[in-house]
Structures are given as C-alpha cells and as structure tokens.
T-cell receptor, first 114, second 113 residues
Framework: GEDVEQSLFLSVREGDSSVINCTYT??????LYWYKQEPGAGLQLLTY?????DMKQDQRLTVLLNKKDKHLSLRIADTQTGDSAIYFC??????????????FGKGTKLSVIP | SAVISQKPSRDICQRGTSLTIQCQVD?????MFWYRQQPGQSLTLIAT?????????ESGFVIDKFPISRPNLTFSTLTVSNMSPEDSSIYLC??????????FGQGTRLTVV
C-alpha cells in the first residue's frame, strides 16, 4: 500500500521557524494535507496543496511540494508556544483508481521551547 | 468548510458491551469516513460509509465488529461491538466532497475497562 513518512520529533525555540518534512510514495497523490492535533483534541486542517502546485502560503504557514522527489514540507514562521502539537502529513488519491481516502504519516511532535 | 458534530466526545465502557458513535455534518457531503487512532499512533481508516448501501471496510476491519450506517448525506454512525480493552482508541469521523479538502470531527475518546 501507499506510505507516508515523517520524522517523529522536532524541537524549536520560540520565535524561530519550524520546518516539518514528509515524504510519500503514491505517484497518483492528488491533494497533500497538513493537520494539527493538540492533546485530547481532534484533527484541525491547517492547509492543503493540490499536487500540481509547488508552493502555497497562508499567513505563517508555507507549504512546499517537490513532486519529483515526493517530498512535502510545512514551514511555520515565528513559532509560538501555542504551535506545540502533533502535525500529521496526509495524502489522497482522487484519480479514477483512487478512493478519496486519506493516508496519514505517523505525526511529528513539535515542541516549542520558550 | 464543513462543521462536524461527533457524539459522544468520550466514554468509558465495560468490556463485552457496544457503543454507537454518531457523526452529524452541517451540509450534504459526498464522502464520509471512519478512522481509528490508537494511543500514540497515527490514523487508520476503518471504512468508507456509503449512503444507502453497505460500508466499504479496510483490511483488518469487519462489519460484525464495526457496523456502520449512513441513512443520508449528513449523518452516519459507527458501532464498536463486543468491546475489549484493545478497542480503546480515538474514533474520528471525516467528510469530504469530490476534489475538496477533508475535515474531521473532534473525535470520540473510548476507554474500555
């Protein structure tokens, strides 16, 4: 089956930029997503990018997509303590053979040091 | 964006019993999914809830254990049957339209004792 990989932990100082990386194997990925999960909470959709784009910016968030290398990253500028959470990368295959379901990575736990 | 209401938000259940989780969406959606997140783990798809027909289950999940209903385009239920402590997880409802983003409910945190 398809696979999504991401590093498990990232620690940054408040005010610095955070970069969370993700790689995936599905050549037919249509959308790639970033979700945030705080302790005891559900998944909050942060942003997503269509597979024919290479960059998307939304306030403090920048998503970069290298489709050739199947590499996705999420950059959070001016990281705050409230950004401490688990960040999940996910992809969906909306092609004719796909099922529109999402495949998730294991999540990256971001710790922000005051 | 879709607003998803999931109930209950959490429950503690005795082993051998069943729990039905409800997912209500504020608009009609094409697709509804049920995921499981075991403690400290990522999300695994249980099944796709199909309106008016039987759900499509992923490998490792069966209808007898996780019966799903979807009577219309805004509502679905997932039942966790004959529960054991291994079923302790967060269960999440997700919705999306074709070629649109996927949204999640807040999840149901289930503890089986």
């Amino acid at each position: 089956g398809e696979d999504v990989e991401q590093s498990l932990f990232l620690s940054v100082r408040e005010g610095d930029s955070s970069v969370i990386n993700c790689t995936y194997t599905d050549s037919s990925s249509t959308y790639l997503y970033w979700y945030k999960q705080e302790p005891g909470a559900g998944l909050q959709l942060l942003t997503y990018i269509f597979s024919n784009m290479d960059m998307k910016q939304d306030q403090r968030l920048t998503v970069l997509l290298n489709k050739k290398d199947k590499h996705l990253s999420l950059r959070i500028a001016d990281t705050q303590t409230g950004d401490s959470a688990i960040y999940f990368c996910a992809e969906s295959d909306d092609s004719g053979a796909g099922s529109y379901q999402l495949t998730f990575g294991k999540g990256t736990k971001l710790s922000v040091i005051p | 964006s879709a607003v998803i209401s999931q109930k209950p938000s959490r429950d503690i259940c005795q082993r051998g019993t069943s729990l039905t989780i409800q997912c209500q969406v504020d608009s009609q959606v094409t697709m509804m999914f049920w995921y499981r997140q075991q403690p400290g783990q990522s999300l695994t798809l249980i099944a796709t809830a199909n309106q008016g027909s039987e759900a499509t289950y992923e490998s490792g999940f069966v209808i007898d254990k996780f019966p799903i209903s979807r009577p219309n385009l805004t509502f679905s239920t997932l039942t966790v049957s004959n529960m054991s402590p291994e079923d302790s997880s967060i269960y999440l409802c997700s919705v999306r339209g074709a070629r649109t983003e996927a949204f999640f409910g807040q999840g149901t945190r289930l503890t089986v004792v």
